[in-house]
């Protein structure tokens, strides 16, 4: 198998200061593992509570299941144009449904709830990626990204922004804006934070939760966008691209995934341990076994 490196400056391996005054290495092993190359475009890698983990193949209108014993199966056809997905804390599946620019819930049985339609009675640009807060709320991206399976052809709306559908509602709030394109994003597991990429702007934010979910105090974190977002257990900011790029919560860059595809679309850490990273890769699923966990 080719081998490909994890570089922090003239090094071969990623180092984390989760501990105190010392250095850990985040991966165990210097090269990728590719689980399969039978798709069109990858996207919205997520985990579930056992660490299976589920990605979307959108132009094929299809969610894969990639399950913690190394079994690859179609889990739902006819997705939506699925793209982003994330897991409630119920166990269903919360997509991002493109072709409709709706956000569904997808239960274990596959049977489809509607979440969300509209804003102020006008399609959205196109759900992209979420992130789910403690209270159910949902946070989501909307960049406009014209599909070919589209019949209109211009936004309904002024801008791309972010928006919060709380639990149980059926009406989104704007959360923020000012972007050029909103893409991934994600947010801390205590609640405090939520990171925003502005993937055509090039460059990622953070910002503090509010306690009623309204977002406040904008900071630039690094000079680069995403597509999808993770974290870790140390609070390191994993994004994708051109490759994976991974940086320190001050806003640090310390290393780069080398992967051999045109784009990683999304990312996810997966595995019983959840300590394995999973990247979806323009045609591709790739794995890397690391030493750290996900917090997602």
Request: with cysteine; charged share 25%; glycine share 10%.
């Amino acid at each position: 198998m080719k081998k490909f490196y994890l570089i922090l400056l003239v090094t071969t391996v990623i180092y984390s200061s989760a501990v105190a005054q010392t250095t850990r290495p985040i991966l165990v092993q210097d090269s990728l593992k590719l689980i399969s190359a039978q798709f069109k475009f990858t996207e919205g890698a997520s985990v579930d509570r056992q660490g299976n983990v589920f990605f979307t193949d959108q132009p094929n209108d299809h969610i894969w299941k990639y399950d913690t014993n190394g079994k690859l199966s179609l889990f739902m056809e006819k997705s939506g144009r699925a793209n982003g997905t994330y897991f409630d804390q119920k166990g269903n599946l919360i997509v991002c449904a493109d072709e409709d620019n709706q956000i569904w819930s997808v239960d274990r049985n596959k049977k489809v709830k509607v979440l969300f339609s509209d804003f102020e009675g006008k399609k959205v640009n196109g759900p992209n990626d979420l992130w789910i807060d403690a209270k159910g709320g949902i946070y989501f991206t909307d960049p406009y990204y014209q599909r070919d399976y589209w019949t209109r052809k211009s936004s309904a709306l002024d801008g791309e922004k972010v928006y919060y559908l709380a639990k149980g509602k059926k009406t989104a709030q704007i959360a923020a804006a000012g972007f050029e394109r909103p893409n991934g994003i994600v947010g801390t597991p205590d609640g405090r934070f939520l990171y925003i990429a502005d993937i055509k702007a090039g460059v990622t934010y953070r910002y503090d939760i509010n306690p009623d979910a309204s977002l406040a105090n904008r900071k630039l974190v690094f000079k680069q966008g995403s597509d999808g977002m993770t974290l870790d257990n140390a609070g390191n900011i994993y994004i994708t691209g051109k490759g994976v790029d991974v940086y320190q919560p001050d806003g640090e860059k310390i290393g780069h995934i080398d992967v051999p595809e045109d784009w990683c679309g999304n990312i996810c850490f997966g595995g019983k341990d959840r300590n394995i990273l999973f990247i979806t890769a323009s045609k591709s699923l790739y794995m890397i076994k690391t030493n750290m966990k996900g917090v997602e």
